[in-house]
């Protein structure tokens, strides 16, 4: 499975839009963007995945660039309960050895603040 | 619905002891996972099943762990002689099947600690 990157945290005010970015500059064409969260002594909770176009659910959107080396995690309004450690995986969606299996690297700490 | 449950919340075990970690997944998921996050650490993936087939143990990290699924819904992790590095919290999740694209649901896990 391709590498991610992501910033080790961010702050973002209440009521305003969380942009969470993720570099995975060596993503092959059958890889797909996931994204979970994982809120203090919770287990991980799936937020929104994507292959090519842009995703949009009503927990968030999933911008991806046309090369598919980085995308962005937008939380449109934050809240405070969006305070969670932000994991960006890359994972083939079929076929292979790694299929089903989720590479958590160390994500980004979200802190919302009022 | 109910959602993914693990069994007990919190274990602490003598250095050397065996121990078992139930999970029950949600009923009709096909798929389930176990993973484990140690302290300042990201999870890692120790083993899956899907349906009938064969588990893929890959990620056990010793022979001191083993993991089964009876009649296709509870699965139990065992850790035989458990060491300090055993501790952690181990997570279960459970998805409808074993495509990605399948939201992977998880339980509150099961700290381990080993004294």
């Known amino acids: 499975d391709a590498k991610t990157t992501q910033p080790p945290s961010m702050d973002c005010a209440e009521g305003r839009a969380a942009n969470l970015p993720c570099n995975h500059s060596?993503?092959?064409?059958?890889?797909?963007v996931y994204w979970y969260r994982q809120i203090h002594s919770q287990g991980p909770q799936y937020i929104i995945h994507?292959?090519?176009n842009n995703e949009t659910n009503e927990m968030a959107s999933l911008i991806i660039t046309e090369d598919r080396k980085s995308s962005t995690l937008i939380l449109p309004h934050a809240t405070l309960r969006d305070t969670a450690v932000y994991y960006c995986?890359?994972?083939?969606?079929?076929?292979?050895?790694?299929?089903?299996?989720?590479?958590f690297g160390q994500g980004t700490i979200l802190t919302v603040h009022p | 619905g109910a959602g993914v449950s693990q069994s007990p919340s919190n274990k602490v075990t003598e250095k050397g002891k065996d121990v078992e970690l139930r999970c029950d997944p949600i009923?009709?998921?096909?798929?389930l996972y176990w993973y484990r996050q140690s302290l300042g650490q990201g999870l890692e993936f120790l083993i899956y099943?899907?349906?009938?087939?064969?588990?893929?143990k890959s990620g056990l990290p010793s022979d001191r762990f083993s993991a089964e699924r009876t009649g296709g819904s509870v699965s139990t992790l065992t850790i035989q002689r458990t060491q300090q590095e055993d501790s952690a919290v181990y997570l279960c999740?459970?998805?409808?099947?074993?495509?990605?694209?399948?939201?992977?649901?998880f339980g509150p896990g099961t700290r381990l600690t080993v004294t």
């Open positions: 999740a459970s998805s409808l099947g074993l495509l990605s694209s399948y939201e992977q649901y």
């Open positions: 060596t993503i092959s064409g059958n890889e797909y």
């Open positions: 994507g292959l090519k």
């Open positions: 995986i890359v994972s083939l969606n079929a076929g292979g050895t790694s299929y089903g299996k989720l590479t």
């Open positions: 009923s009709g998921h096909t798929a």
């Open positions: 099943f899907q349906g009938n087939s064969a588990p893929d």
